[in-house]
């Protein structure tokens, strides 16, 4: 399984961008998919997840991003996207999707079976 983050790029702050993560190798139809962020010198952290298929893809976010961030995901395209509206400062950073094969939320990166390599975000003040 391989997973390919892409959308990153540079945004003025209360800008948007839209994250998408696609996934080869493999038909994923089941699992949970995450996206996490890692800014310098801070720790991998949970933005937001969604589960593939089962429970009519209920989705999770972080305090930090709720009602501002939407992940969705497109089972025909093996495609799991990360909408960001009103971007702030803080949201600079690497943003990565990450998959798990187990059902269930985690914000633990450790779950997570397969990584993308990260895209970069930066929101200027």
């Known amino acids: 399984v391989q997973l390919q983050a892409s959308g990153g790029g540079l945004v003025q702050a209360g800008g948007s961008l839209r994250l998408s993560c696609a996934a080869s190798g493999h038909k994923l139809n089941m699992g949970y998919v995450g996206w996490f962020r890692q800014a310098p010198g801070k720790e991998r952290e949970f933005v937001a997840g969604v589960h593939w298929s089962w429970r009519g893809g209920r989705t999770y976010y972080s305090d930090s991003v709720k009602d501002r961030f939407t992940i969705s995901r497109d089972n025909a395209k093996n495609t799991a996207n990360l909408q960001m509206n009103s971007l702030k400062p803080e949201d600079t950073a690497v943003y990565y999707c990450?998959?798990?094969?187990?059902?269930?939320?985690?914000?633990?990166?450790?779950?997570?079976?397969?990584w993308g390599q990260g895209t970069q975000v930066t929101v200027s003040s």
């Open positions: 990450a998959m798990r094969r187990e059902y269930g939320h985690t914000p633990s990166p450790a779950d997570y079976n397969y």
